[in-house]
């Protein structure tokens, strides 16, 4: 095993980890056939590049990330290594930046010389580390990528489940939870970060609620980044919307409730695109707050073993990094769903040629905590998996489609 560090960056490579062979599915360690083997892996390590945004205004998501990689390394490692090889986790900062994700990458490929790559956070960036993937013939496993019709590489694979049209289909699901109450809004107010992937999804509600025939009382877009969200909360309250629908990522959504209440005014319904979980549902102002999730440790979506397990897990390292949520979400889902998609194709092609394993996945997709994911529809995208969740007593639910809705806990709609 070894340690390195990023002379460019002075960010802490990875410990050298290693990935195992009968993973299969991931966590579903006994599932597997793996159980508690203690198998050690042996030969040449296999390198795993990638970045995250370890500092930069994207960082407190970017710390549930690598506490994912952390946590799945780890777990694979104890029980034989990929291909019986030990495997090293070479994790460079981008700092949030997409122009410094793309260079990373190169680096990574040409100078470290990687064996394989996973995605970096965030859909700029993922774009970024995409357009050099391409220009290299490598495979690349991302999440959080949020705009589809962009990801036109026949070799990228997203771990993040929403669908090909998601400004489409994931505010149709809100829509129809909200129309499921027999209480939809009459009238909606959008604001909307100008980060893209949540930009592309705010700007496609403007349509949904057109369609179900909402009256849109305010369209406004602020730069990502942003800081001051008084003039903001202003609009907001002049608009005075049946539905507040913010385009935010990270703690966008947490700023500007601070700003409205700085106003005395609380929305009457309102949603969040991406947020930081934590802090809207630990705040008194994030009560009945709504959001789109992939992944939650409630029923049904925790049911099967390896979802069990990796929840349990996972509470315990985000405790030992000190994260601020210990709760597995959607971001953490969705980014241990993405290392588990390189080991199915590893672990059912034998080979780390990139061209072998991106035939595997399209042609049989990859078992997650998730669910299945299928990489045969436009652009290698699958079909939408998201739902949507929300804060109820404090703490997040899922409220809809019904099916995934926690028992006793259906959408509180104003």
Same mark, same amino acid.
């Given at each position: 095993?070894?340690?390195?560090?990023?002379?460019?960056?002075?960010?802490?490579?990875?410990?050298?980890?290693?990935?195992?062979?009968?993973?299969?599915?991931?966590?579903?360690? =006994?599932?597997?056939?793996?159980?508690?083997? %203690?198998?050690?892996?042996?030969?040449?390590?296999?390198?795993?590049?990638?970045?995250? +945004?370890?500092?930069?205004?994207?960082?407190?998501?970017?710390?549930?990330?690598?506490?994912?990689?952390?946590?799945?390394?780890? %777990?694979?490692?104890?029980?034989?290594?990929?291909?019986?090889?030990?495997?090293?986790?070479?994790?460079?900062?981008?700092?949030?930046?997409?122009?410094?994700?793309?260079?990373?990458?190169?680096?990574?490929?040409?100078?470290?010389?990687?064996?394989?790559?996973?995605?970096?956070?965030? !859909? =700029?960036?993922?774009?970024?580390?995409?357009?050099?993937? %391409?220009?290299?013939?490598?495979?690349?496993?991302?999440?959080?990528?949020?705009?589809?019709?962009?990801?036109?590489?026949?070799?990228?694979?997203?771990?993040?489940?929403?669908?090909?049209?998601?400004?489409?289909?994931?505010?149709?699901?809100?829509?129809?939870?909200?129309?499921?109450?027999?209480?939809?809004?009459?009238?909606?107010?959008?604001?909307?970060?100008?980060?893209?992937?949540?930009?592309?999804?705010?700007?496609?509600?403007?349509?949904?609620?057109?369609?179900?025939?909402?009256?849109?009382?305010?369209?406004?877009?602020?730069?990502?980044?942003?800081?001051?969200?008084?003039?903001?909360?202003?609009?907001?309250?002049?608009?005075?919307?049946?539905?507040?629908?913010?385009?935010?990522?990270?703690?966008?959504?947490?700023?500007?409730?601070?700003?409205? $209440?700085?106003?005395?005014?609380?929305?009457?319904?309102?949603?969040?695109?991406?947020?930081?979980?934590?802090?809207?549902?630990?705040?008194?102002?994030?009560?009945?707050?709504m959001a789109a999730t992939a992944y939650e440790d409630l029923a049904p979506l925790n049911s099967s073993p390896a979802a069990q397990t990796f929840s349990k897990l996972f509470h315990e390292a985000a405790?030992?990094?000190?994260?601020?949520?210990?709760?597995?979400?959607?971001?953490?889902?969705?980014?241990?769903?993405?290392?588990?998609?390189? =080991? +199915? +194709?590893?672990?059912?092609?034998?080979?780390?040629?990139?061209?072998?394993?991106?035939?595997?996945?399209?042609?049989?997709?990859?078992? !997650?905590?998730?669910?299945?994911?299928?990489? $045969?529809?436009?652009?290698?995208?699958?079909?939408?998996?998201?739902?949507?969740?929300?804060?109820?007593?404090?703490?997040? !639910?899922?409220?809809?489609?019904?099916?995934?809705?926690?028992?006793?806990?259906?959408?509180?709609?104003?």
């Amino acid at each position: 095993m070894t340690k390195g560090k990023n002379t460019l960056l002075g960010v802490s490579r990875r410990d050298t980890l290693a990935l195992g062979a009968g993973f299969g599915a991931s966590l579903t360690l =006994a599932a597997a056939g793996v159980g508690s083997a %203690q198998a050690q892996a042996t030969g040449t390590p296999i390198r795993i590049g990638g970045t995250l +945004a370890l500092t930069g205004p994207l960082a407190q998501t970017g710390a549930i990330h690598k506490v994912v990689g952390d946590l799945f390394v780890e %777990q694979i490692n104890k029980n034989g290594g990929m291909m019986g090889r030990p495997v090293e986790w070479i994790l460079l900062d981008d700092q949030s930046k997409p122009d410094l994700a793309r260079t990373l990458y190169e680096r990574l490929i040409t100078v470290d010389k990687v064996d394989l790559l996973i995605g970096p956070y965030a !859909t =700029a960036n993922i774009l970024s580390a995409m357009s050099v993937a %391409q220009r290299f013939n490598k495979m690349l496993v991302h999440h959080t990528f949020g705009i589809p019709k962009l990801a036109t590489y026949d070799k990228h694979f997203p771990a993040w489940p929403l669908g090909a049209e998601p400004e489409k289909t994931v505010n149709a699901n809100l829509f129809d939870g909200l129309a499921s109450t027999g209480k939809t809004p009459k009238s909606i107010a959008i604001v909307t970060s100008k980060f893209p992937s949540v930009n592309f999804i705010a700007v496609g509600a403007r349509e949904t609620a057109k369609q179900r025939g909402i009256e849109e009382k305010l369209f406004l877009e602020y730069e990502f980044g942003n800081r001051d969200y008084g003039p903001i909360a202003a609009r907001i309250r002049e608009a005075n919307a049946d539905l507040l629908y913010v385009g935010a990522i990270g703690l966008e959504g947490s700023q500007l409730l601070e700003a409205l $209440d700085q106003l005395n005014y609380k929305p009457k319904n309102h949603y969040y695109v991406y947020p930081t979980p934590g802090p809207l549902a630990s705040s008194p102002l994030g009560g009945d707050a709504m959001a789109a999730t992939a992944y939650e440790d409630l029923a049904p979506l925790n049911s099967s073993p390896a979802a069990q397990t990796f929840s349990k897990l996972f509470h315990e390292a985000a405790a030992k990094a000190k994260l601020p949520y210990l709760e597995p979400d959607t971001q953490a889902g969705t980014s241990y769903s993405a290392w588990q998609t390189i =080991a +199915a +194709a590893v672990n059912g092609t034998k080979s780390l040629d990139d061209q072998v394993l991106a035939d595997y996945l399209k042609k049989n997709g990859a078992d !997650t905590i998730i669910g299945k994911f299928r990489f $045969d529809g436009v652009n290698n995208y699958g079909p939408d998996l998201m739902k949507v969740k929300q804060v109820q007593n404090g703490v997040w !639910t899922i409220v809809w489609p019904k099916e995934f809705a926690t028992a006793g806990k259906p959408i509180i709609i104003k």
